[in-house]
């Protein structure tokens, strides 16, 4: 079969996979292939850390704390003090994951408990506002639904609200997929998509790899599903993504920040072909 980006596949398997057992994606594929953070980008974010002095950051979505533990870890090897680390969550699995990560390691960490919407009211509460906050990983587009101008307004709530924890001078960090480039692969036949859409591994599911497929099955305007196969295991999931493109994310974070610098896969430059978008914002 050539055309693969139709209707169907927004429930079920590709036919290569129709055998596979669908499984909890936050239970099942998430813990098994997290893996540890690339040396790369933690250098990247605590090396922004430092260079403008914050002393106080928190994550906006935490996830199973991979990416927070790394940036602690290293920033105790260059002997640089955060005054306070805090994390944001809503999922009780991915809290788990984190709570027990961070005793493991004895980083003194406090995860509330929140909808973004909510904040900042959280169990338990917030006391103080932030010089740093990040959100990576591609979570605001988990925010959405409908037309593409509603993702884009209730997207918008979100990083308003993510600007109400950060101090006036203090910076946002955020990322999401390149959704330009995933909307470029649309009308291709699934083999193309797969050699597309392969990328190395890293922190993230950032594409295709030997155990974990990773796979746009199905692309529009509003909606983008990826796929996440297993090999090893036999089984599968998929998440459900509200896109946002590039030029959606500045109007949105123009708000309530100014972008100081734009960021592909880490990198100051601009590319067609990324994994990932990044934004530093300063709020204003």
Known sequence: MGFVNTLPYISNPIEEFEDYKFVSWEKEIYPQFKGETKKGEIDFLTELIMERNLRSVID???????????????????????????????????????????????????????????????????????????????????????TRGYTKKAQQVVVSKFAGLIKKGGYLFIDSRNYDYIKSLMNLPKEKIFENFT??????????????????????????????????????????????????????????????????????????KSIFVQYLARKK
């Open 60 to 146: 906006f979505g935490v996830g199973g704390g991979v990416e927070l533990s790394g940036i602690i870890e290293e920033l105790e090897k260059k002997k640089y003090l955060l005054k306070s680390i805090e994390a944001n969550e809503v999922d009780e699995d991915f809290i788990k994951q984190a709570t027990k990560l961070f005793d493991k390691k004895k980083q003194e960490v406090e995860v509330h408990k929140a909808n973004w919407l909510d904040l900042p009211n959280a169990d338990p509460g917030y006391t103080h506002i932030f010089d740093f906050g990040f959100l990576t990983g591609n979570s605001l587009t988990y925010i959405g639904g409908g």
């Open 199 to 272: 990328f190395d591994y890293t922190i993230y599911y950032h594409g295709s790899e030997k155990r974990i497929i990773v796979f746009p099955a199905y692309i529009s305007d509003t909606v983008v599903v990826l796929h996440y196969y297993d090999k090893e295991n036999k089984v599968w999931s998929k998440l459900d993504f509200y896109p946002i493109y590039q030029k959606d994310m500045v109007e949105i974070l123009s708000r309530d920040f100014v972008i100081e610098k734009k960021f592909h896969d880490f990198e100051e430059k601009e590319k067609k």
